[in-house]
């Protein structure tokens, strides 16, 4: 008697519990495909979300310019992260903040389940171990591209601080150089393995790694850089509001790949991290406006972005540790601290009026960042964090215990970083200005794109002729509109 055939799997071929070459048994196709998606939705963030909202809300002369930089840093540190700094960022101990440089491109490495080699956290007797290494269900190339958007998006954010005035040869030596010396000290500390994660600082998604260095740095560049023409800088109108809000969309949107991507696996705490990205988001963008209307009586559709990018900026050491009423509460401080440190403080304090930080970074990602690091130390939820810190039993300090220690720990995690990056930005700036000048010559200064790229915007006549005075009315963007405009890039 012939035995009954066996009923048809109901599971897809795709998904059958087999083992071969290209799907070995430690592989979950879901968490790959959400870190890939992930680090995708990070990437567009920068390109092309960047490089538009850069290149339109600047001045139109700069647009071009704006725009580039940020095109080039990402191209840049895609070849860098993979020929040495990845490895320094996520690789074996050099040093208790820095890792060991090395290539990540041969396929013995990359095909490898992924692995945090300095991740195992010991109790304080240094023997037994309390959460063992890092190692997600993916291969090492979908985690040394998903770090590489990080790394690249914190130059990009970097950069808006200088637009319209730095030297590009010089930026094109800073990108390496600050990746190298800078972004990779944060990045190994806090979450590689290195003594600000073993001691126990939160930093969810890149509150200090992230923000907190790129608006530090940002400031310092801008300080060795030098301000812009003063005319730019009195009259710096956006030359495309709607295609800079095209930008800022990007921005938002892709902060769920930015947040929801950090536990290296797609599992519930992505989810909580991915709604309160949003929900800190919106509220910090209303704050914003409405702290707008009630003290300059108009919404200001560049301060909505601001707002914006502070709410996404301070939620996100945060995001997956925090429950929704405290995402609230920091959207209100998000949309509020920022708002004063740069629209009250910055114009009474000399030493801010003296630095041109073009875009604000300094106070939408450095004062924005080390608010929502410390405000993680008081609203991080314990059993959130017991999905995610490697030390158990942490917690925030409106949670008792240890909590009022946490706060501190945020505290000391950020004044690292802010003297890391302030020192080495310094050293680099001046090494390089050795080499080439850091600032444009004037020339390039009072013409823009065509001087630098030979390149403009937009072809307004013609077929996209140069500009000729002689067949064309003159017009200027600094005559047409003799109000004076408001904005994160009106300092003077």
Aim: charged share 10%.
């Amino acid at each position: 008697m012939m035995a009954a055939a066996p009923p048809p799997n109901p599971v897809p071929v795709a998904y059958q519990a087999f083992t071969s070459a290209a799907v070995p048994d430690w592989l979950n196709k879901g968490d790959n495909a959400w870190q890939m998606v992930a680090a995708t939705l990070v990437g567009l963030q920068s390109v092309p979300g960047l490089v538009i909202l850069y290149g339109s809300i600047v001045k139109k002369k700069w647009a071009v310019n704006s725009a580039f930089m940020a095109l080039y840093a990402f191209a840049a540190v895609v070849l860098c992260w993979v020929i040495w700094a990845y490895k320094m960022s996520f690789g074996d101990k050099l040093l208790p903040f820095w890792g060991k440089a090395g290539p990540a491109l041969g396929q013995s490495f990359l095909i490898k389940q992924a692995v945090l080699p300095e991740t195992k956290h010991f109790y304080k007797n240094h023997t037994t171990v309390e959460t063992d290494t890092a190692r997600p269900f993916y291969p090492m190339a979908s985690m040394v591209w998903f770090q590489c958007v990080f790394a690249a998006i914190t130059v990009i954010l970097l950069a808006g601080s200088v637009l319209g005035r730095m030297n590009f040869r010089a930026w094109m030596m800073f990108v390496p150089l600050w990746l190298t010396f800078s972004y990779t000290v944060g990045a190994f500390s806090l979450w590689g393995g290195g003594f600000l994660f073993h001691w126990g600082v939160m930093d969810y998604s890149g509150g200090y790694v992230i923000h907190l260095s790129s608006g530090t740095a940002g400031l310092t560049t801008a300080y060795w850089v030098g301000p812009r023409l003063t005319k730019d800088r009195e009259r710096f109108p956006p030359n495309n509001v709607l295609l800079m809000l095209a930008g800022a969309g990007l921005l938002w949107m892709g902060w769920a790949g930015f947040n929801g991507g950090d536990p290296y696996t797609a599992n519930i705490d992505s989810s909580v991290a991915v709604l309160n990205t949003n929900i800190c988001a919106a509220t910090s963008l209303l704050v914003w406006t409405w702290l707008d209307v009630i003290f300059f009586k108009k919404p200001s559709v560049i301060g909505a972005v601001q707002g914006m990018i502070t709410g996404l900026v301070c939620i996100t050491p945060a995001a997956g540790l925090v429950q929704g009423w405290a995402a609230i509460i920091m959207g209100i401080m998000s949309g509020s601290v920022p708002w004063f440190t740069m629209m009250i403080v910055h114009k009474r304090w000399t030493l801010l009026q003296k630095i041109d930080d073009t875009l604000g970074v300094f106070h939408t990602h450095a004062v924005a960042g080390y608010l929502g690091c410390i405000l993680t130390g008081l609203f991080a939820e314990p059993e959130l964090c017991s999905l995610f810190l490697p030390v158990t039993n942490s917690r925030g300090g409106v949670y008792g215990g240890s909590g009022g220690v946490q706060i501190l720990k945020q505290m000391v995690g950020g004044a690292f970083i802010i003297g890391w990056n302030a020192v080495v930005t310094s050293v680099l700036c001046v090494a390089i200005s050795w080499v080439v000048p850091l600032r444009m010559p004037e020339e390039q200064l009072l013409i823009g794109d065509d001087a630098v790229h030979g390149e403009e915007a937009y072809a307004l006549w013609g077929d996209g002729e140069k500009y000729d005075s002689t067949q064309h009315e003159m017009l200027s963007d600094e005559t047409t509109h003799p109000k004076v405009s408001r904005g994160a890039t009106q300092v003077v």
